[in-house]
C-alpha cells in the first residue's frame, strides 16, 4: 500500500484567525484520508510540533505579535524534521525566498488556493519528507552492515531481537542464528554477573549508558575483549529494546596490557623494575606488621662496566639476562628479584628468618655470581656485593629507608671488600658522616679552602734539591687540617676529584713560577702534581693544562704530571692521545707508585714517558727483604735501558738513601729528607739546601 495515497495524513494547522480556519478546514475536508489538528497560538503550536505526531504542518505568516516565519525558525533551530508550508495572505518574492531559507517546504498564498493544490502540496511535502527518511535509513543500514562496530538490539530479558550482519565478521557469528538467544549465553563466565547487573541498572533507566568492558566468545571458542555501550529505547515504539553498539577492543587492551607491564617491568631482563618493587616491598611491609620477616638485598656488580666496554652492549646485555636467571633460581617462593638499574640488582624476601636467613641468601647469590660467564666465545667472570637490610630494624619501616639502609650497607662490603653485609646502627653513623663530609668537601671546593703542601725531591748522588711534589691538604674551618686519606676518596666518589686537581695543579704553577722569581736563574727547581683519572678522561683536559700554563706563567720544563699505571690501562688509547697532548705544551710525565699495578713493559714503549717512581712498599724493604731489594734493582736496569729517570719515594732512613745510591737510583723523597711543607717554609728550603743536602 502506498502512505501517499492510502495512509491517514496527520497536519497541524496553525492559524490564528478563525475564519481563515473554516475556509483551509473546508478546503481540506475534501482530502481523503486526512487527520487535521488546529491550534491558534504561538507557544501551543511549538509544543504540538515539538510532539512530532504529525506528517505535515500548514503555518500561518501572521500569528499575534509574532510570524509564522519566527515558529519556523524555533522549530528548526530545536531540530525538529516536520516538513512545513508557509501560507500568507500576499504575494511576495522576498518573503517566498525568506521562508525557503528558514527551512519551509513550500510557500501558498491563502486567496490563491484551492482543495487540489493544497492536496498536492501537502502531498509532494510529505514525500519529501519520506525521502530524506529513506535516504537516511539506507545510510544507517549501510553503515551497521559494513561498520567495524557490532549492533545488538535485546528486549528487557537480554534476549536478541536483532543483530547487525558485522557480528559475523567480528565475531564469526551467524546474526540469523542468534535471534531469540540470550546474549549472556556469548559472556565469558568470569564477567557474566558484573554484565548481568549492569543491564539490569540500564533496563530501569532510559537513555544511554556508560560504556562496558567485556569479554565475549567468538565462533572459534577464543575470546575477544569487546567495548559495549548501551541505550535503553524499551519506550520508543519504533526500537522497543536496548541498543547496544559493541567495538572489538582486543588489540587496544593487549596493547594496554603490554604498556603496563612494561611500567612495571625491565625490558632487557624481564624482572620488576624499581617501581614495582618499591611497590611490593611497601606492601611486604605492610603484611609483615611489626613482626618484620622482610629483608632486602642490595646486589651490585663487579667488573661489569669491564665487560661491557671490552666486549661491547650486546655482551653486557647477554650478562645482565644471565644474572637474572641465576638470581631467580637462587630464591625460593618467598623471594623477588627485580632491576634496580644498570648493573644493580635488588632482592626482596618476605617471611625471611632473620639476619640468619638473608645472609644466607646473600652468600648463595654471591658464590652464584662467582661463576663464569660464557658470552660468545668468551668466559668472563663477575662477581658481586651485597648490602642487607632487615625490616624488623629500629627506623626501617618504610621502603625508602630500607632500600637506603641496604645501599649503605652495599659501601660497607664493598669498602671491606667482604662480598656482603648486614646493616647495623654504626654503619648509619658511618653513612651520616660520609655524608657530612661530601657537604663540607663541595662547600670547601667552593670556597677553595685547600693548601698545598710541597715535599722536596733529591738528587740522591749530589743531594742537590731538584724540586718538589705538590700535595694537597684540607684546612677546614670546622674540622681543622683533614688527611687527604679522609677526604680523596670521597672527592673520587662525588667527582670533585676534578676541580680540586685543578686547582692543586694552577696553585703549584703559580708556586714553581713564584720559586723561578726568588731563587738564582740558574735554579729550576720542578714541581711534580698528581693527576685524577677524571682529569686524565676528560676530554678538554689538554686545552684546560694549556690555559693554566697560560695564566700562570710558569715554564713548562718546570712542571711533572704524575699518573699511575691504572690510568694508562683504564682506556690505553684514548691516555696515549692525551700524554701526547700534554708532552706537547713541553710538560713531563711521570708514573707514580710504579711496580704496584699492571706493570706493563709495553706501556714503557708506547706512552711518552719521562720518569718512573718506585713505590713507597718496595723502598721500605730494601735490605731486609731480598724480593723487594731484587724488584728496584729490576726497575733500574729497566729504567735504564729505556732512558728514563727514577725517583725513589718513602727515603726514611741513611740505610735505604745508600742502598738506592749504590743500586743506581737517581732522585728520591721522603721524611729522610723533609716531610711535606707549605709553601712560604718550602722556597727557604729550597734556597738554604739548594747545593746539597746531607746524607
Not at 618467598?334 to 644493580?344: K, N, S, Y
Not at 670556597?447 to 718538589?468: M, N, W
Not at 718513602?650 to 742502598?659: M, R, S
Request: charged share 25%; glycine share 10%; hydrophobic share 45%.
Amino acid at each position: 500500500m502506498n502512505r501517499l495515497d492510502k495512509e491517514l495524513l496527520r497536519v497541524l494547522l496553525v492559524e490564528d484567525d478563525e475564519d481563515d480556519y473554516v475556509i483551509i478546514s473546508d478546503l481540506l475536508s475534501e482530502i481523503e484520508e486526512l487527520d487535521l489538528e488546529w491550534v491558534s497560538d504561538y507557544d501551543d503550536a511549538l509544543l504540538a510540533i515539538g510532539r512530532e505526531e504529525h506528517d505535515v504542518c500548514l503555518l500561518d505568516y501572521r500569528l499575534g505579535g509574532r510570524s509564522g516565519l519566527d515558529l519556523l525558525r524555533t522549530a528548526s533551530e530545536k531540530g525538529h524534521k516536520t516538513p512545513m508550508i508557509l501560507l500568507t495572505g500576499r504575494g511576495d518574492r522576498e518573503l517566498d525566498l525568506e521562508a525557503m531559507q528558514a527551512g519551509a517546504v513550500g510557500y501558498l498564498i491563502k486567496g490563491q488556493i484551492d482543495a487540489h493544490i493544497l492536496e498536492r502540496s501537502i502531498r509532494y511535502a510529505f514525500a519529501q519528507a519520506l525521502k530524506v527518511v529513506s535516504e537516511s535509513e539506507r545510510r544507517f543500514r549501510t553503515l551497521v552492515q559494513n561498520g567495524s562496530d557490532v549492533v545488538t538490539v535485546m528486549d528487557a530479558g537480554g534476549f536478541i531481537r536483532y543483530q547487525s550482519p558485522s557480528i559475523e565478521r567480528v565475531l564469526g557469528h551467524d546474526p540469523e542464528g542468534m535471534l531469540g538467544r540470550s546474549a549472556f549465553e556469548y559472556v565469558h563466565p568470569e564477567d557474566a554477573e558484573r554484565v548481568r547487573q549492569s543491564f539490569t541498572r540500564n533496563v530501569g533507566v532510559p537513555g544511554v549508558h556508560e560504556p562496558l568492558e567485556m569479554r565475549v566468545r567468538h565462533a572459534d571458542g577464543s575470546w575477544r575483549h569487546m567495548e559495549a555501550i548501551a541505550n535503553n529505547l524499551l519506550s520508543e515504539p519504533s526500537v522497543g529494546g536496548i541498543v547496544l553498539n559493541s567495538r572489538d577492543v582486543t588489540e587496544r587492551r593487549a596493547l594496554e596490557e603490554r604498556l603496563a607491564y612494561q611500567a612495571f617491568h625491565d625490558g632487557l631482563t624481564g624482572l620488576p623494575n624499581r617501581s614495582m618493587l618499591v611497590a611490593g616491598l611497601e606492601r611486604a611491609l605492610e603484611r609483615a606488621g611489626e613482626g618484620g620477616g622482610v629483608a632486602v638485598l642490595f646486589v651490585d656488580l663487579n667488573n661489569f662496566k669491564l665487560v661491557n666496554d671490552s666486549l661491547g652492549h650486546g655482551a653486557g646485555d647477554a650478562a645482565l639476562v644471565e644474572v637474572a636467571r641465576r638470581l631467580g633460581a637462587c630464591l625460593g617462593a618467598g623471594g623477588i628479584a627485580a632491576r634496580f638499574g644498570g648493573d644493580e640488582f635488588v632482592v626482596l624476601l618476605e617471611d625471611v628468618a632473620g639476619e640468619a636467613g638473608a645472609t644466607e641468601i646473600a652468600e648463595r647469590v654471591v658464590g652464584a655470581l662467582e661463576a663464569p660467564f660464557t658470552l660468545g666465545t668468551k668466559e668472563v667472570f663477575l662477581s658481586a656485593n651485597i648490602g642487607a637490610a632487615l625490616g624488623a630494624s629500629p627506623g626501617l619501616d618504610d621502603a625508602a629507608g630500607l632500600l637506603r639502609a641496604a645501599d649503605v650497607a652495599l659501601h660497607s662490603a664493598k669498602a671491606a671488600g667482604s662480598g656482603y653485609a648486614v646493616f647495623d646502627a654504626a654503619m648509619n653513623e658511618k653513612a651520616l658522616e660520609r655524608l657530612d663530609l661530601e657537604a663540607d668537601l663541595r662547600r670547601a671546593v667552593d670556597q677553595e679552602e685547600f693548601l698545598v703542601y710541597y715535599q722536596p725531591k733529591v738528587e740522591l748522588s749530589t743531594g742537590r734539591i731538584i724540586g718538589a711534589e705538590a700535595l694537597v691538604r684540607w684546612q677546614s674551618p670546622e674540622r681543622g687540617l683533614v688527611s687527604p686519606a679522609k677526604f680523596i676518596p670521597v672527592a673520587e666518589e662525588t667527582g670533585l676529584i676534578r676541580p680540586i686537581g685543578g686547582w692543586v695543579l694552577r696553585e703549584a704553577c703559580f708556586q714553581a713560577k713564584r720559586w723561578q722569581g726568588y731563587l738564582p736563574p740558574d735554579y729550576l727547581p720542578v714541581v711534580s702534581v698528581n693527576l685524577s683519572a677524571a682529569q686524565l678522561k676528560h676530554p678538554g683536559f689538554v686545552s684546560e693544562v694549556a690555559r693554566t700554563l697560560e695564566e700562570t706563567g710558569v715554564d713548562p720544563a718546570a712542571v711533572v704530571l704524575e699518573i699511575t699505571e691504572s690510568m694508562l690501562m683504564d682506556d690505553a688509547e684514548k691516555g696515549v692521545e692525551t700524554l701526547f697532548g700534554l708532552k706537547a705544551l713541553g710538560l713531563r710525565i711521570a708514573v707514580d707508585d710504579f711496580g704496584t699495578g699492571y706493570s706493563s713493559l709495553s706501556y714503557l714503549k708506547r706512552f711518552p714517558i719521562d720518569t718512573l717512581k718506585i713505590d713507597r712498599s718496595f723502598v721500605d724493604g730494601l735490605g731486609r727483604e731480598p724480593g723487594d731489594t731484587a724488584i728496584v734493582r729490576a726497575v733500574m736496569g729497566l729504567a735504564r735501558a729505556l732512558g728514563l729517570d727514577v725517583v725513589a719515594e718513602g727515603i726514611e732512613t741513611a740505610e735505604q738513601l745508600a742502598l738506592l745510591r749504590e743500586l743506581g737510583c737517581d732522585y728520591g723523597q721522603g721524611y729522610h729528607f723533609a716531610r711535606p711543607l707549605p709553601g712560604a717554609e718550602a722556597v727557604e728550603f729550597l734556597a738554604r739546601a739548594r747545593l746539597a743536602v746531607g746524607a
